[in-house]
């Protein structure tokens, strides 16, 4: 039946002239499958899908090519473009055996035509099959590429984000560093300059009351003389931290030089900066066990420098030191 039948498909394709050349000689896999009942007949193959399985499929069913469950992947989609009767488009896995009994396998992206006779049933569906394999298998190197790259990218983020909070963490202590004294904790001289600078500017906009607290130590070098440098910044230590207690939050606390700091109060009239140095004083004397010199001076209009607050608290400082050695 196939040997008659073949020669009329051909037949009818040669009048046609044009599609004689399209058949021998397209470059993808062609063939007309017939319907017969449940089951479906190779009729006709091209040249093309004759070199693929290097045989002649014609006249047989596809299950006598094809491995099992290909052949039934397959026929699915035939039962499907009966069913919905009309062209169905679909890409395809499939494995075979070649002409020498390898087993090879590739994707097709496959079209389905129904073909019907004069009464409308359909008697044939004629397929153009495109072998996209090697696409297929440069698509999956490009997505493997591309997961290796983002993992690389991903391993590198995070290496780099580590860096980067090392960093920050390193420039967080350097800036500590540079605007800390290393022997109390508390702010050095050229960061309370800076922070008081600010306040003082603040205070020229919006009027508000700010004060300068300036002490030293009392006997500070007879600390240093008798018991040695270790027991002064010893005490040096204790006076900061017993400061620190009773700061406020927006207060700047500082070492200026040696034995001598200063403390800016903001929001702090001169008045109230007197009975805080006071307080500072008992609270200093109960925990370091060593006297104080205070000095206040409250910031005023005419003041355009912080020189100007430190000359006028430190002049008190030395005012204080000649009253305790005149007793």
Not at 217 to 241: E, M, T, W, Y
Not at 243 to 271: H, I, M
């Amino acid at each position: 039946m196939t040997d008659r039948q073949q020669p009329g498909f051909l037949e009818a394709i040669e009048q046609a002239g044009l599609l004689v050349e399209i058949w021998e000689y397209f470059p993808e896999n062609m063939f007309l499958i017939r319907v017969e009942g449940p089951d479906f007949l190779v009729e006709a193959a091209n040249p093309k899908m004759t070199e693929l399985f290097g045989q002649d499929c014609s006249g047989k069913r596809l299950h006598d090519f094809l491995p099992w469950s290909v052949a039934e992947e397959v026929v699915a989609h035939y039962r499907e473009c009966l069913r919905q009767d009309a062209p169905l488009r679909y890409e395809e896995h499939a494995t075979f055996h070649d002409a020498r009994g390898q087993e090879r396998e590739g994707h097709w992206l496959t079209l389905l035509v129904p073909v019907h006779d004069p009464n409308g049933a359909i008697t044939h569906l004629f397929g153009v099959s495109q072998n996209v394999t090697e696409l297929r298998l440069a698509r999956a190197s490009l997505e493997r590429y591309n997961r290796d790259l983002e993992a690389v990218v991903d391993e590198r983020t995070r290496a780099l984000n580590a860096v980067n909070q090392q960093l920050q963490e390193a420039n967080r202590q350097l800036e500590a560093l540079a605007s800390s004294d290393t022997l109390t904790g508390v702010g050095n001289r050229r960061h309370f300059q800076a922070g008081a600078e600010r306040e003082m500017e603040r205070a020229r906009r919006h009027g508000g009351a700010l004060s300068l607290l300036m002490f030293d130590l009392d006997g500070f070098k007879s600390i240093n003389d008798q018991d040695g440098h270790a027991a002064g910044d010893a005490v040096l230590r204790k006076v900061a931290a017993s400061v620190q207690t009773t700061l406020r939050a927006n207060d700047l606390f500082a070492r200026y030089g040696g034995d001598e700091f200063v403390l800016l109060l903001p929001d702090t009239p001169l008045a109230a900066a007197r009975q805080m140095g006071e307080r500072l004083r008992t609270q200093v004397q109960e925990d370091a066990g060593v006297a104080l010199s205070l000095g206040v001076a409250g910031f005023e209009a005419a003041d355009t420098q912080l020189e100007m607050l430190v000359q006028r608290a430190d002049a008190e400082v030395l005012a204080a030191k000649r009253a305790r050695k005149a007793k």
